[in-house]
């Protein structure tokens, strides 16, 4: 779709009343949020700008125009994704100044200085993106947006509502915190489920096995709450079982990792190691 | 569905058909074991026993009696789902000899011992059990076997079928270490979930923002392995994120967990703290 014809007057013009965005970027998160706003009735992804040419041309299916940053325009929201320590050179590096410049990072604050000319924002999508991820259901996504300015907040609320039915306006200090619960969450979960397929692997019975008890156990915390859901030896206090499952790991790592998880069980549900 | 009449010769009687199970025990484990049974079309439980006449009137819906341990006649198949604790002490009481008699845990080894009068096994279904699950699907739920006398794993194995899609043999060590596995991959990833939703109470933000998180953390480790699945600052080596993110954690337990995983991840993907 392209720009209303001229002499068009009466008639709604369909692509005035869409929301134009800018992707700086090209990596994960920015490809995932292309996709998603390419299939959104609602938006329209202008420009898609990073300094790889190959890279870029992946997103042309998305995008109006793939770009370098030196050659953006200003649309009515600009989307910074890239690394957290690639943000600041970003936003300094823009060629325009006074649009609504957003980034993506849960653990970046909503940066301020003199030197950002542009009206600033966040918009993050609360995931773990990866490439692996073929398909991604964003209406599943929270979206926690901010800005210096209530009219950009209403923006970028109206925006994150056109892919995701979680939309909630936080504070920087409160996504720092959200995003560090989630390496929790994510992170070192994830860390643990390889741990138990070491262990598994050790003893050559399949990690498939405890494919169901992983499910289970997500979907347990999420419509029990994790208090009510904590079952095993630490919770029980049951010393002789904690001893000889010490004993039998062999891996210092693992052995760190037991140690240290069942004294936080135990000092949270009150018995001693 | 009582015995079968007197003077049915000829007809074939379903009930002879049927595999006759005794549970013992009234917890958890058995309280979904016997609903399980009883919606199989090839089982029949056909006892309950337990100490407490209370919690035995609950299983009278899914049994054909509900008894004392003293009062115990043998069946095909004889389920002790009691405590680890509790297991050697209930061998040793059974009123009968030379039955195939099976406990559920997977932490204890196939009990062996003089006085031990019967046939004995395993019937471990691999899942954490507790009272809030109103409805468990059994089918997705492993269940792994063992027994001294080879015909009486076919036993077993036939009636974890009548309930499971995924029935293993596994030998004690084995099914200790699959133990060990589930208690990193659930009693510790629970841990970890309660940890993300104290920090999320912290800072007021909803624990229901990681619900789609958790999911997917979960989901991806299944479909594409843990190792592939690992994300965030320690796998990166971001010492920066790492370094603030340690300073935001208040509680010690939490920050003891942060180290841990932390220094857990680095070591697997050769990055030093």
Known sequence: MKACAKGVHLQVCIFD????VTIIGTGNVA?????????????MVMQVAGRNLKDLK???KFAQQTVTVENLVPEQVNIIAVSDDAIMTILERLPFADALVVHT?????MLLGDRIRNRRGVFYPLQSFSK?????DFSEIPILVEAEDPKDTETLQLLAKTISNQVIEIDSEQRRELHLAAVFANNFTN?????????????EVPFSLLHALIKKTASKAIANGPKKSQTG???????????TQLQALKDPKHKDIYTTMTKAIQATYGKEL
């Open 233 to 243: 030896p630490a919770k029980r206090g049951d010393k002789k079982v904690m001893h």
């Open 105 to 109: 990072s849960g653990y970046t604050q």
């Open 31 to 43: 490809w995932h949020l292309a996709k998603a706003f390419a299939t959104a009735n609602q938006v």
């Open 132 to 136: 692996k991820d073929v398909h991604l």
């Open 191 to 203: 860390h643990l489920y390889l741990v138990a397929q070491e262990i598994c692997q050790k003893s």
């Open 58 to 60: 992946r997103f042309s």
């Open 17 to 20: 009343l869409m929301m134009k």
